[in-house]
């Protein structure tokens, strides 16, 4: 597999020969023609392992140099063929269009520009800005040609609506972000968020994994009210009700204890999680039982074979 299998000849014109040359290197240990999720986060995985970051002792100069890798090209070519993350970034885009009060959208650390794309050229009165410090000259190029579509490296403005997708677990203060996307939103605007908690991938930091069970409550320390989920409860919803003077000692003290006790909140999760699936085994045994025989097949056919 190589580059071209993911990109046209045309676009490849903007990845340097270096993206490619390491781009194909990497690409080699996929085996077939066809990039898969996982796949992916392997091939992350042994760019982050190659450049010897820690995700417990994070190294900034090692990170940034993580972060600045091609990898996050492929993840953005990626992107613009999975039918899952198109999806989700659908569901945003439909939810917002569906809002006439919003004007005004800003995709946070919206990489690749994908959302942002599609945004801008489904709503085109609805003004759209990634925010992206170093975007990639591809990404700059298949977004010319949209008018209501900019990237910034400085959001200095105030917008109705804010979308952060699979951001805050890969940086080791994601309250601190979360304030300055408050920050940057109008009052009764709206903030889409999308959290990954969990150690899917190396570069999703530990020390942001209590976030899965306290999000919500710190986010409403900040002004924001929760509202729904969109796609499959992946992605959440914030209203900003009001722009409250932030206490930092009463922020930081919540986050202290969402540490402290997250080994309580994972227990009674998995407590709740065997409970549900005890309960739909008493309403229906033989449903059930069919799911697990499916489940693990080998097994039950190994039992069988035995006197």
């Known amino acids: 597999m190589n580059i071209f299998d993911l990109v ?23 085996p077939g023609t066809e990039l898969g999720l996982h796949q992916l986060w392997q091939l992350m995985d042994k760019v982050w392992d190659e450049l010897g970051c820690d995700n417990r002792y994070p190294d900034p100069k090692k990170l940034k140099q993580y972060y600045y890798h091609p ?11 999975h039918a899952l993350s198109l999806a989700s970034r659908q569901a945003i885009i439909s939810w917002i269009c569906s809002h006439s009060n919003i004007e005004s959208v800003l995709d946070f650390g919206g990489g690749f520009g994908t959302l942002g794309r599609m945004l801008a050229q489904q709503s085109p009165n609805i003004q759209v800005e990634i925010y992206e410090p170093h975007p990639h000259k591809f990404a700059l190029q298949k977004s010319i040609s949209y ?73 409403e320390l900040m002004g924001l009210q929760y509202e729904s989920k969109l ?15 932030l206490n930092w000692d009463h922020l930081r003290t919540a986050e202290t204890h969402s540490r402290r006790w997250f080994w309580l909140y994972e227990s009674r999760s998995q407590i709740v999680r065997w409970a549900y699936r005890v309960k739909k085994l008493i309403h229906n045994p033989r449903a059930s039982l069919l799911k697990l025989q499916s489940k693990y097949k080998n097994l039950f056919s190994r039992s069988s074979d035995q006197p």
């Open 8 to 30: 046209p000849y045309e676009d490849a014109a903007f990845i340097s020969n270096g993206e490619r040359s390491e781009l194909d290197r990497l690409l080699e240990y996929v």
């Open 71 to 81: 990898i996050w090209l492929l993840n953005g070519l990626f992107i613009e063929n």
């Open 147 to 219: 008018k209501n579509l900019a990237f910034t490296s400085n959001t200095t403005k105030v917008y109705h609506c804010i979308v952060c997708t699979d951001v805050l677990e890969h940086v080791d203060d994601p309250i601190k972000l979360l304030s300055d996307m408050v920050s940057k939103l109008s009052t009764n605007g709206y903030l889409l968020i999308a959290n990954h908690f969990y150690p899917s991938i190396k570069c999703h930091l530990p020390s942001t994994f209590h976030l899965r069970h306290t999000f919500k409550e710190l986010a």
């Open 231 to 245: 796609h499959e409860d992946y992605i959440q919803i914030f209203q900003k009700v009001e722009a409250p003077s």
